[in-house]
Antibody, heavy 114, light 112 residues
Framework: QVQLQESGPGLVNPSETLSLTCTVSGDSITYYYWSWIRQPPRKGLEWIGY???????EYNPSLRSRVTISSDTSRNQFSLELSSVTAADTAMYYCATGASPSYWGQGTMVTVSP | EIVMTQTPLSLSVTPGQPASISCKSS???????????LYWYLQKPGQPPQLLIY???NRFSGVPDRFSGSGSGTDFTLKISRVEAEDAGVYYCMQATHFPRAFGQGTKVEIK
């Protein structure tokens, strides 16, 4: 069964760029789609975007100007970058398999604070 | 953008009793390919969401058959035939027919 593990800084300064990586095991990212979703504390889920096996990306319009999802097939990883962060970007960030998420990682909490 | 509205927002259920959650979308979720891309997730406390149902009524791998999904167009329902203690958590619907994907606000299920 595929497993996903998010990694990255837990604290990011306002106005800087949030960078997270999702390491995939048990499957190759050269197949299918791979997603990022976030969840602010005590709130619901927000779809961020996905990347396909060919590198095609789709982003939530609410974040499109600030978000980039990329992949590194040699490391079987895909990544999220979110620029110009504010406190509103404080959330648990999840990576998941599929354009419509099926298997999810455990998530990584990112706090935006000076 | 599509708005997904779940009711109720919270539910308290006795073990062994049925439970039902409604999810309504602001537009039809029927895709031109004939499929309806409506999903149900359960987020147990302290855990990531887990996929229960895909494309309205298909149970994901390993999901018990006490969970069932139904509906069409804009109205969808998740039913639990006999609630168990392990079913506690927040249930979310999500649409993937229209861009961008959108989740409902969640329904918290408490087991009495």
């Amino acid at each position: 069964q595929v497993q996903l593990q998010e990694s990255g800084p837990g604290l990011v300064n306002p106005s800087e760029t949030l960078s997270l990586t999702c390491t995939v095991s048990g499957d190759s990212i050269t197949y299918y789609y791979w997603s990022w979703i976030r969840q602010p504390p005590r709130k619901g889920l927000e779809w961020i975007g996905y990347i396909s096996s060919t590198g095609y990306t789709e982003y939530n319009p609410s974040l499109r100007s600030r978000v980039t999802i990329s992949s590194d097939t040699s490391r079987n990883q895909f990544s999220l970058e979110l620029s110009s962060v504010t406190a509103a970007d404080t959330a648990m960030y999840y990576c998941a398999t599929g354009a419509s998420p099926s298997y999810w990682g455990q998530g990584t909490m990112v706090t935006v604070s000076p | 953008e599509i708005v997904m509205t779940q009711t109720p927002l919270s539910l308290s259920v006795t073990p062994g009793q049925p439970a039902s959650i409604s999810c309504k979308s602001s537009q039809s979720l029927l895709q031109s390919d004939g499929k309806t891309y409506l999903y149900w997730y359960l987020q147990k406390p302290g855990q990531p969401p887990q996929l229960l149902i895909y494309e309205v009524s298909n149970r994901f791998s390993g999901v018990p058959d006490r969970f069932s999904g139904s509906g069409s167009g804009t109205d969808f329902t998740l039913k639990i035939s006999r609630v168990e203690a392990e079913d506690a958590g927040v249930y979310y619907c999500m649409q993937a027919t229209h861009f961008p994907r959108a989740f409902g606000q969640g329904t918290k299920v408490e087991i009495k």
